[in-house]
């Protein structure tokens, strides 16, 4: 045990991901070094563009790739703030006009005179929509846009909210009002309870005004002979002046004309109040004067904020946070804005034909590009990850089966009986999801020839809608004899085609997923071999493409599962038989038979070299009496012994047990064979997987989830289905596996959300679907408050629905308790206590359940018992008098019931009170499942670059990450999931590198992007300000590093709640920060509480406590209480010399501190006493409640005493050490009975504590 105690241990980066094996990884650096050479060609001929402006500032200069293609070149003429103007133009050079879609490189002469010329163009009616689009955007006229199906404050981020600049107590201001000083960051706050405060947004800063309204005219649209004269648009402008302007977009441009309210007259107005300009901002300008530097603040205003948390998301689903604020609230103030009703047409246009588009054909269009180089790749990837964004957001509608916008849905429902024989419509709403990870699976394979439709699984209300990209022909008759399939099963399993035109492609996917060609038989008995299961179904489309359908069945069946109820008959039947086993686990079962086979092949390979050993030396002693060279001998006994993987065969056949009725003995042997595969795969998971999973939380090595989604992560990761929860539960007795204990309970809400009662949403009125949701969750979670909770419903909105069911509301909490413990021992063969609901934690359950529903919910502290405290959260001030329909100028009367009006912090009812109201769900969002794949072209350049550092080519490898990095947002774009992921990834290979300042950089970054696309409190943006508390710690501000720190235990507290395995380490670290800030006392409130946790957990004789007490008594030397440094460094010993033995290192460092604080606790107990003597002496009172030991000690003897601690050099005492703790505390039974605690002075270090 290192000596150094206050440096944060390097052990607490989290690790790198494990990599892969050395030869493929050796060979993924190679192609990627390959790769990086290219790019590296490509970035010595970096272009220096200039552009030509028709304007000020009349030329702007970018540096742009040559493999940029133009209209990227024109995107990012755009966004800079000398551009803003320009929407409708071209780009020429020496007076030829550039092809947008061409590479630079390939433009004529460019490389020697790169100079181009930004050109007008006349505008077009969809031109000049966008156009308008465009500057009410910029401009801020156009507010925040009421988008339903993303929920409110969707993207928020809470980096920039958080306060770096709060002090320490030695350094707080006392001549500031306790009020008004900020919190102090090492103040401790471990015991008070979680608040959902912390995950609000502080108040909206008001942001200039540039402009009053900007909308369409009632004029619109323009009448046929003035089209013809080249009328686009009429608007009308409001400016901050209050003068309105009747504008018409014309194809030349904007201009004042001669309309008015009542009369019609679009032509030009006469000076000098006519203006034209091309663009409608350089009009604004002319006919505004305030517009121009208002303009320019907003521009300020918008730069105070970090760009990430500003850009739009455009390639990902922004996360919709589960707590938001109240509607009373600034952040959402609905506006009055008469443009918003119109957006649908200037985005879309009059026939809505400019968002109509072919999914399909544009999915497989982008598939069939090339990929053989670089810039290929990246643009084929980025196209995909695009259209998989734009494809994902779409949005369903309430019918059976329907096509919209050239999208097919459809329910997760058993509609036609196709799922009867295997659980109906729970078997079906399983296959949509696995048909959709199964479709995921594919596109990440990438197998040439091969196309998948466009997947998205919507889970909205209690339904399950699945939107599918229609493939050509799928609708068409086929002629009489001809199947509707091309490839599998037909209509049930009756009929099986088996098209040869499907057979290479699906032999291609078959060996990476490992499934083995097998033979099916059909109702008639015939035999058909397959390559894939016979679920799988191939297609060939109208358009010459070869599809592959239904991929819900590309693993075989978990049968032991299915067998062990019916077996043991102590658990009911499983609600279906979709129980398939995780492509994860096939790929680690795989991994293992091939370790066998190599293992075997060596010990074959071992025996036949021991029994040739004697030919070997006869032939060897012949070889060299005849003068023959050895050489080629060797290297042919070289070549030998490398074993050739490809020999290799390992495959499962996916319809094992599924009531296949082989014919013959020798088709029966092979199928019994199959399933032996399988028994034996299936009790791989549950021998070997599953124990070593909880082995390894149980010893620590890896990380412990924090909620339910990280823990089915961690579980898919392994290749576990989360239906064994039951079972991981019933192993984790071990007390460091207590943590594990609540996610066996429906405090984790998967059991409660797989109750029929939730179901019952889909039957449920959308109008009545918050009043549901709060009478469930009073059920539920607001028994103890109101064990009667009866539910909100409007008598004539129920008689408006009185066809629809509302069953919901005889749901109670006994009969919601008995649902759900029935539901967790079926589905996860687990008997929950009768007294479980006790047990569950409200918020983190609360949360859990919002998150697997899509639900927001109002921000306020809800009361769960009626011991809870009532104090409502601090949220933003109330909303303004022109918020939520209020309009400007209402009178002072109006104004005094605002605060009755606003949401309580507690709820109000008539009866008794419930925990929640149907006013507290606020929104209800889609919760989305997709198929889009992760780029693999990203992945091998940052795999390459990390190989690449541990084979210690730092170089190299820095440029592999910046290439994977540069390849990441290239692809999918700056604000998205995968590109958090390696921002995070790339700050900890920077931090290892010593390059801390970038380190710092990337983790910011990471958060931003997290919090935006996963969550302000998901599990990856609390890992991720971790991490940038621990850079920013190693950068010397520890200040801001202990801010970061205590928000992210904030948010603990609220994911999980106290006492997480993982938060001892993060609590360790802030109690170092607080002792190199010298905050001795606060650093030592951080180390009790981080061995509080830690003995928890871990138990009170563990080494990790020890180590823990060794810290916290060098805590409490500092902290000027010598007494308690001794007893915990004493105890440290104890635990150290009982687990250890004396001889350990450990153990003797702890008996050298216990030595050395003892002596100087002797030597401060003695100064007291002669302190307090030489007082009674010259007549001073000295009071048995004494001052502290060093309060009064003379700077001589306080120095003389550090000097005894830090060296030890000074003459020890004699006596023993229990003599001498006996000495002090006899010595100090005075000051025992002190209820002051110890002086908070700042002494110098001792040791090296």
């Not at 809400?749 to 709060?774: I, M, N």
Request: glycine content about 6%; aromatic content about 6%.
């Amino acid at each position: 045990m290192s000596s150094e105690k206050n440096e944060v241990p390097a052990g607490s980066v989290p690790a790198a991901e494990e990599v892969a094996a050395q030869d493929s990884a050796g060979q993924e650096a190679a192609i990627a070094e390959n790769d990086i050479d290219q790019e590296e060609h490509a970035a010595e001929a970096l272009i220096n563009l200039t552009i030509g402006l028709p304007q000020e500032p009349h030329s702007m200069t970018i540096l742009v790739s040559p493999q940029e293609q133009v209209h990227e070149v024109r995107q990012s003429i755009i966004d800079l703030p000398a551009a803003f103007r320009y929407t409708c133009f071209h780009l020429e050079h020496n007076g030829e006009r550039v092809n947008d879609f061409i590479p630079m490189s390939e433009v004529p002469g460019i490389a020697e005179n790169p100079n181009v010329t930004l050109v007008e163009d006349p505008y077009t009616e969809k031109e000049a929509r966008i156009h308008l689009v465009r500057i009410r955007e910029l401009i801020g006229g156009a507010g925040d846009r009421a988008d339903v199906v993303q929920g409110v404050l969707p993207g928020l981020s809470l980096l920039d909210s958080i306060d770096v600049t709060a002090k320490h107590g030695s350094e707080r201001n006392e001549d500031q009002p306790p009020a008004e000083q900020p919190e102090p960051v090492g103040e401790s706050t471990f015991s008070s309870p979680a608040s959902i405060s912390h995950l609000l947004p502080p108040p909206p800063e008001d942001a200039p005004k540039t402009i009053k309204t900007i909308t369409l005219s009632s004029w619109n649209p323009p009448p046929c002979h003035l089209k013809q004269r080249g009328h686009l648009l009429y608007l009308i402008i409001t400016t901050n002046e209050g003068e309105q302007f009747q504008v018409t977009a014309h194809v030349g441009g904007f201009y004042v004309n001669k309309s008015s309210n009542s009369k019609f007259d679009p032509l030009p107005r006469p000076a000098p109040k006519g203006q034209s300009a091309h663009s409608l901002l350089s009009l604004l300008e002319l006919i505004s004067p305030s517009f121009e530097p208002s303009f320019k603040a907003l521009q300020e205003f918008n730069n105070r904020k970090d760009p990430l948390a500003t850009f739009q998301i455009a390639n990902a689903i922004p996360a919709a946070p589960w707590i938001v604020p109240s509607t009373t609230s600034p952040h959402c103030t609905h506006l009055s804005d008469p443009t918003r009703s119109q957006e649908t047409y200037l985005i879309a246009g009059v026939d809505n034909t400019d968002t109509l588009r072919d999914w399909n054909e544009e999915f497989q269009s982008a598939k069939e590009l090339p990929k053989e180089t670089v810039q290929d790749r990246v643009f084929r990837e980025r196209l995909l990850s695009k259209l998989f964004a734009d494809y994902n957001e779409l949005p369903p509608a309430d019918a059976q089966i329907f096509v919209y916008n050239n999208v097919f849905f459809s329910f997760g429902a058993d509609g036609v009986g196709t799922f009867t024989s295997e659980g109906g419509d729970e078997a079906a709403r399983v296959a949509t999801g696995k048909d959709v990870a199964g479709v995921r699976l594919v596109n990440q394979l990438d197998v040439d020839g091969l196309f998948t439709t466009a997947t998205v699984v919507v889970d909205y209300l209690g339904k399950r809608i699945v939107g599918q990209s229609i493939v050509p022909g799928i609708f068409k008759p086929r002629e009489p004899g001809e199947n509707q399939i091309d490839y599998g099963a037909v209509e049930g399993k009756d009929i099986v085609a088996a098209d040869d035109r499907f057979v290479s492609v699906f032999e291609k996917l078959s060996r990476a997923l490992r499934v083995k060609k097998h033979p099916v038989w059909d109702k008639e008995s015939k035999r058909i071999d397959l390559e894939a299961s016979v679920e799988t179904k191939g297609l060939m489309g109208t358009d010459g493409r070869k599809y592959v359908l239904d991929l819900y069945r590309v693993t075989p069946l978990d049968v032991a599962w299915l067998e062990a109820s019916a077996e043991e008959g102590e658990f009911p039947e499983y609600p279906h038989r979709m129980t398939v086993l995780r492509p994860e686990l096939v790929e680690s079962f795989g991994r293992k038979k091939m370790k066998e086979w190599v293992d075997e092949q060596l010990a074959q390979r071992a025996q036949s070299k021991q029994e040739s050993t004697e030919d070997t030396t006869k032939q060897a002693s012949t070889a060299d009496s005849t003068g023959e060279s050895t050489e080629a001998q060797a290297t042919s006994e070289k070549e030998k012994d490398r074993i050739d993987l490809s020999q290799f065969q390992f495959a499962l056949n996916p319809d094992a047990f599924s009531g296949q009725l082989p014919q013959t003995p020798d088709e029966k042997a092979e199928l019994k064979a199959d399933e032996k595969d399988v028994r034996v795969a299936c009790e791989y998971l549950t021998d070997r997987v599953i124990p070593d999973l909880v082995r390894e939380l149980q010893d620590c090595d890896i990380s412990f989830p924090m909620d339910g989604q990280a823990l089915s992560r961690l579980l898919h990761k392994r290749g576990i289905n989360v239906r064994y929860l039951g079972r991981i539960a019933s192993l984790s007795t071990d007390p460091r596996l207590q943590c594990l204990q609540g996610y066996r309970d429906p405090g984790y809400g998967r059991p409660f959300v797989q109750a029929r009662h939730f179901f019952l949403l889909a039957e449920t009125p959308s109008p009545l679907a918050s009043s549901c949701v709060a009478h469930l969750l009073n059920c539920l979670l607001g028994a103890e408050l109101n064990p009667k909770p009866v539910a909100e419903v409007d008598p004539t909105m129920k008689a408006l629905y009185s066809d629809l069911d509302t069953s919901y509301e005889s749901v109670t909490p006994q009969t919601l308790r008995a649902r759900i413990s029935e539901e967790t021992h079926r589905r996860y063969r687990f008997k929950l206590d009768d007294e479980w609901y006790k047990s569950i934690k409200p918020l983190q359950t609360l949360r859990e359940i919002s998150l697997k529903l899509g639900l927001q919910l109002q921000a306020k502290e809800y009361l769960f018992s009626k011991t809870d405290s009532t104090e409502a959260p601090t949220e933003a001030k109330p909303a303004d008098a022109t918020a939520n329909g209020q309009l400007n100028g209402e009178s002072k009367k109006k104004n005094k019931k605002k605060n009755r009006d606003a949401s309580p912090a507690a709820v109000a009812t008539t009866g008794a009170p419930c925990t929640f109201s149907a006013d507290d769900v606020i929104n209800i969002v889609p919760v989305v499942k997709h198929s889009c794949p992760r780029s693999a072209l990203a992945e091998e350049a940052l795999e390459a670059g990390r190989i690449s550092i541990m084979q210690s080519q730092k170089k190299l490898g820095q440029e592999l990450l910046l290439e994977s990095l540069s390849l990441h947002e290239q692809i999918y774009g700056i604000l998205h999931p995968e590109v958090a992921r390696v921002y995070n990834t790339l700050s900890m290979l920077y931090y290892q590198l010593d390059e801390k300042e970038a380190a710092v950089e990337l983790s910011r970054k990471a958060i931003v992007v997290s919090e935006r696309t996963v969550g302000v409190d998901s599990a990856e943006t609390l890992l991720n300000y971790l991490n940038l508390s621990l850079f920013l710690h190693q950068t010397g501000d520890s200040q801001g590093a202990l801010s970061y720190a205590k928000h992210a235990l904030q948010l603990w507290k609220i994911i999980y709640g106290p006492d997480h395995p993982d938060s001892i380490t993060t609590i360790n670290n802030g109690a170092v920060m607080l002792q190199h800030l010298k905050a001795y006392h606060e650093s030592r409130l951080w180390f009790e509480e981080s061995l509080r946790v830690c003995e928890k957990v871990f138990g009170k004789s563990s080494i990790n406590a020890a180590t823990l007490l060794f810290q916290l008594a060098q805590a409490l030397a500092l902290d000027q209480d010598s007494k308690g440094a001794v007893k915990r460094m004493r105890e440290s010993y104890n635990i150290f010399l009982s687990e250890l033995g004396a001889d350990d290192k450990n153990t003797k460092e702890a008996e050298s501190w216990l030595e050395q604080l003892t002596q100087n606790a002797v030597s401060i107990a003695k100064h007291a006493k002669d302190m307090q003597t030489r007082r009674l002496r010259t007549g001073i009172k000295f009071s048995p409640r004494g001052a502290p030991f060093e309060a009064d000690v003379p700077s001589s003897v306080a120095s003389t005493s550090r000097q005894t601690q830090l060296d030890g050099s000074s003459q020890m005492d004699s006596r023993s050490i229990d003599e001498l703790i006996k000495f002090i505390e006899g010595n100090d039974q005075q000051t025992n009975k002190s209820s002051k605690r110890p002086s908070r002075g700042n002494p110098k270090r001792r040791g090296k504590a």
